[in-house]
């Protein structure tokens, strides 16, 4: 057993609500190790500082989360693919020469979530992608390289253009492309992905009823102590298998955590636990 206490955080702003503290700490429990890990409030402005300080006093890991992940991503010396293609990180530490290097683990965290979690394939399957922003363009390349390009993948977008550029930039791993919202197929996907933000605004994203069979998997990135906008509008559609991005949130974190210290917890029980939490809680964590 590792008698050191090992020091992480989250960086964000706003970080209030961040439940990687309670995830981190019930995986340390959970592998027999002793790690603190704080939530940390960084001024818009002051990323970079924050980050080296926080290494330079003996850190040994962060994650990152929104507004910043692109400016991380920027700051890295060393950046996995994944990040790459991703154009963004989520988990940050320093090699051995002290250089900032990068991972992104949210595409695997949504990946694992679907499929080991919901027994979701996605081989030969239909998916459409609602949002076209930092989200989406984290678990395209994940996406595209767990069903070997067999699935066929639509990205619609409020705003075309932006959806037409990622479907561009990853069309050499598979079948994806973009369409207009008022040109959407009225078929039907077997996986609908919201990865807008329109439920932060309490709005929920276009869900026509042609797109929905009676095995249709709606899944929203976003997780909160009662059904989100989208999970409401699918959930009056009839949906059956719908669900938030908690269990996303717990996979990502146990990827990184197994990033720094080499020992992969099981997420299960931790995602239980942050379910009941959450139940508890009176506000969006
Ligand atoms: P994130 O990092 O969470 O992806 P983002 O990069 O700001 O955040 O992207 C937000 C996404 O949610 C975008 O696709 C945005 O659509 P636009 O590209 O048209 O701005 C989408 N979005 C935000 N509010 C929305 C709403 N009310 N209805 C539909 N889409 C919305």
Redesign the pocket.
């Given at each position: 057993m590792n008698t050191q206490t090992d020091r992480y955080a989250v960086m964000g702003n706003p970080i209030e609500h961040s439940l990687s503290p309670m995830i981190h700490h019930a995986f340390a429990k959970q592998v027999q190790e002793l790690i603190h890990y704080e939530k940390i409030k960084v001024p818009l402005d002051g990323l970079a500082e924050a980050i080296s300080s926080f290494f330079a006093e003996g850190g040994k890991g962060l994650n990152i989360t929104?507004p910043f992940?692109q400016e991380a991503y920027n700051l890295c010396c060393h950046l996995t693919d994944r990040a790459q293609q991703a154009n963004a990180v989520n988990t940050l530490y320093w090699n051995e020469d002290q250089q900032l290097c990068g991972d992104n683990t949210d595409g695997t965290g949504l990946l694992r979530d679907l499929t080991q979690n919901l027994s979701q394939i996605l081989a030969e399957q239909r998916i459409l992608i609602?949002?076209?922003?930092?989200?989406?363009?984290g678990i395209l390349g994940p996406f595209l390289f767990n069903s070997q390009g067999s699935a066929e993948i639509l990205i619609l977008?409020?705003?075309y253009s932006?959806?037409a550029l990622l479907a561009e930039q990853f069309q050499h791993l598979g079948n994806i492309y973009a369409l207009p919202i008022d040109q959407a197929p009225k078929k039907a996907f077997d996986l609908i992905i919201n990865?807008?933000?329109?439920g932060?605004?309490g709005?929920a994203?276009?869900l026509l009823p042609e797109w929905i069979a009676p095995h249709t998997l709606c899944y929203d990135?976003v997780y909160g102590n009662q059904l989100t906008p989208f999970l409401q509008a699918a959930a009056q559609q009839g949906v059956q298998r719908k669900y938030d991005g908690l269990g996303m949130l717990v996979e990502q974190a146990a990827e990184a955590f197994c990033l720094w210290r080499n020992k992969q917890p099981k997420t299960a029980p931790v995602i239980r636990q942050m379910r009941q939490h959450n139940s508890q809680s009176p506000q969006l964590s």
């Open positions: 929104v992940k609602l949002g076209a922003g930092g989200a989406v363009r977008n409020r705003t932006k959806a990865a807008t933000s329109s932060l605004s709005e994203p276009l990135m």
